[in-house]
């Protein structure tokens, strides 16, 4: 082997170790590329705490919503692959966004490292508690008879709410009209005003409201009840094909150096692993995650390779 090589060789194996204790030197950055109330915002906040604890430097959390996440997360796919700025989201604007938008402003297959799994969570339809339908059948029926009246919230176009109402629509052979909003709270809150009808949204968004008398749960989207809901049945049992969940996680720019990528996931594991933190997100329906970005990674492949030809059977589209 040449010298130069060898020197360079020994060059990086020494800068590795000396790399991982020298990050962070000054504040991280943590995007979530929707408003604050929803899941990935608690989600991110959550472990921005924890990870301010222990890395010694703030992590910041910074909400930049718009376009299914696709804001945001342009915003951290053109950050400099430092560690000094992360991404928290669902999986649609790094593995689902790519099928539904017509054009996409960075290259999902490139432009960001996975760190972890932050969680995966169910999904459960409500509707207003003052609107008439107490089971899912009922829903169904209502919007057979009255074709593309029936209105249904998500967080907003490309989004995971949107994605579970277009399969459900497709799997009942109904038309209801989507309606988007900039996150899953604006949606929640129009849900109990009765300005929407439905929403089929991630159990620790609107779990409070369920519990709460706000909001009536009709069918999780689940093989099992859920033990948080242990009288609300499962889609299958009211005689609806159709299971639906959603993942989060945290990458970051393509090129982030890898002892930083190996950190943050061991961090970020414990995080979950607290009973102050994760225990208090299992309790609101999250499965918690955790492990390395070599898992994350496949779950992303996995997650792509599953939804693209749903997506493009189903003609779901956004601008």
Not at 133 to 146: G, H, L, P, S
Not at 190 to 197: K, S, Y
Not at 211 to 218: D, I, K, N, Y
Not at 293 to 312: D, H, T, Y
């Amino acid at each position: 082997m040449p010298i130069s090589r060898r020197l360079l060789l020994a060059t990086a194996t020494l800068a590795t170790p000396a790399l991982a204790q020298a990050w962070p030197s000054r504040p991280v950055r943590l995007i979530v590329p929707f408003p604050p109330g929803g899941l990935v915002d608690v989600l991110a906040r959550s472990i921005s705490q924890r990870l301010t604890e222990r890395l010694g430097q703030p992590v910041v959390v910074e909400n930049r919503a718009g376009a299914g996440g696709n804001i945001g997360a342009d915003a951290a796919a053109k950050s400099a692959p430092d560690g000094y700025t992360l991404l928290a989201s669902s999986l649609g604007p790094v593995a689902v966004n790519q099928f539904i938008y017509r054009s996409m402003p960075f290259d999902t297959q490139t432009a960001f490292a996975p760190i972890v799994l932050l969680a995966s969570t169910p999904k459960v339809l409500c509707v207003g508690a003052t609107k008439p339908w107490q089971t899912v059948q009922q829903v169904v029926e209502a919007a057979k008879a009255r074709p593309g009246v029936l209105t249904g919230g998500s967080a907003g176009p490309g989004t995971s709410l949107h994605l579970a109402l277009e399969l459900f629509k497709r799997t009942t052979g109904t038309e209801i009209q989507h309606v988007p909003y900039r996150g899953a709270s604006m949606a929640i809150t129009d849900l109990i005003a009765g300005q929407i009808d439905l929403v089929i949204d991630n159990l620790p968004n609107i779990l409070g409201q369920i519990t709460g008398g706000q909001v009536r749960a009709l069918a999780a989207a689940t093989p099992q009840r859920l033990p948080q809901l242990p009288d609300v049945p499962t889609m299958g049992e009211a005689g609806i094909d159709f299971v639906f969940g959603t993942a989060f996680g945290m990458v970051a720019p393509a090129g982030t150096p890898d002892p930083i990528i190996q950190r943050l996931a061991e961090e970020i594991t414990l995080a979950l692993r607290d009973p102050a933190i994760g225990g208090r997100l299992a309790q609101q329906g999250a499965v918690l995650g955790g492990g390395s970005p070599e898992e994350f990674s496949r779950l992303i492949a996995r997650e792509k390779a599953v939804l693209e030809p749903v997506i493009r059977a189903a003609g779901i589209t956004a601008q």
